[in-house]
T-cell receptor
Framework: GAGVSQSPSNKVTEKGKDVELRCDPI?????LYWYRQRLGQGLEFLIY????????KSGLPSDRFSAERTGESVSTLTIQRTQQEDSAVYLC?????????????FGSGTRLTVV | KQEVTQIPAALSVPEGENLVLNCSFT??????LQWFRQDPGKGLTSLLL?????REQTSGRLNASLDKSSGRSTLYIAASQPGDSATYLC??????????FGAGTTVTVRA
C-alpha cells in the first residue's frame, strides 16, 4: 500500500487478556518502529527492527510486551496479561534503509483501551 | 540520553497571524530532525524533514530552521488558518536511529 497500515484501529479488552496489534509497513522499507503514546504524553520508543538484524528491544516496558517481524514484512506487537496502564495509542512507523536520510512514515495507530 | 523540549506547550492565535514553534535538543549529534502534525485521535503526519547538514526546509506556508550547534529548531507557519489547529511534534533521530520526541505544542487558530 501507499502508507503504513495498522490494525485494528481501536481495541477494547478486559484486564488480563492478551492482545495482538498489527503493522504493515510501506513496501521496501527495511526499518520498522513501534511507539506508544499515552493520553496527553509524548511518544515512547518501544522496539526497532532493521532488516534481518537483531531487533532493538530496549524500549519494551516489561516482559509482557513482545514483537515479531518476519524479514521486511508485517510486524505484530503482542501484549500479554494486559493492565490498565497499557491503555494508549500504539503507533508503528517505517523507513528506508537509513532513517537518517529518509525520515519516517507513521501509521494512524491502534487505540488500546484496557477495562 | 537525548532530551527534546518544545516551547510553548500550547498556543492560541487569531487567524492570519504567523506561528512560531520552538524545539530544543540536548545532544547535537543528530542525523535529522523532523516536524510532525498530530490531529486529535489520529496518527502523525510528517511535515518537514531537515537533514543534519541542512539549515532549513520549506514547504508551502511552512518553514523549519535547524541550528545543530545550539540544539535548536524553529517551525514557522505563515498566515495561520483554522485548519492548522493541531499538535505539532518535533522529533530528533540520533546516532542509534531512534526518534526522540518532544511533548508537542498544541496550536489553536481562532477564526
Amino acid at each position: 500500500g501507499a502508507g503504513v497500515s495498522q490494525s485494528p484501529s481501536n481495541k477494547v479488552t478486559e484486564k488480563g487478556k492478551d492482545v495482538e496489534l498489527r503493522c504493515d509497513p510501506i513496501s521496501g522499507h527495511t526499518a520498522l518502529y513501534w511507539y506508544r503514546q499515552r493520553l496527553g504524553q509524548g511518544l515512547e520508543f518501544l522496539i526497532y527492527f532493521q532488516g534481518n538484524s537483531a531487533p532493538d528491544k530496549s524500549g519494551l516496558p516489561s516482559d509482557r510486551f513482545s514483537a515479531e517481524r518476519t524479514g521486511e514484512s508485517v510486524s505484530t506487537l503482542t501484549i500479554q496479561r494486559t493492565q490498565q496502564e497499557d491503555s494508549a495509542v500504539y503507533l508503528c512507523a517505517s523507513s528506508l534503509v537509513m532513517a537518517g536520510n529518509y525520515g519516517y512514515t507513521f501509521g494512524s495507530g491502534t487505540r488500546l483501551t484496557v477495562v | 540520553k537525548q532530551e527534546v523540549t518544545q516551547i510553548p506547550a500550547a498556543l492560541s492565535v487569531p487567524e492570519g497571524e504567523n506561528l512560531v514553534l520552538n524545539c530544543s535538543f540536548t545532544d547535537s549529534a543528530i542525523y535529522n530532525l523532523q516536524w510532525f502534525r498530530q490531529d486529535p485521535g489520529k496518527g502523525l503526519t510528517s511535515l518537514l524533514l531537515i537533514q543534519s547538514s541542512q539549515r532549513e526546509q520549506t514547504s508551502g506556508r511552512l518553514n523549519a530552521s535547524l541550528d545543530k550547534s545550539s540544539g535548536r529548531s524553529t517551525l514557522y507557519i505563515a498566515a495561520s488558518q483554522p485548519g492548522d489547529s493541531a499538535t505539532y511534534l518535533c522529533a530528533v533521530s540520533s546516532n542509534d536511529y531512534k526518534l526522540s520526541f518532544g511533548a508537542g505544542t498544541t496550536v489553536t487558530v481562532r477564526a
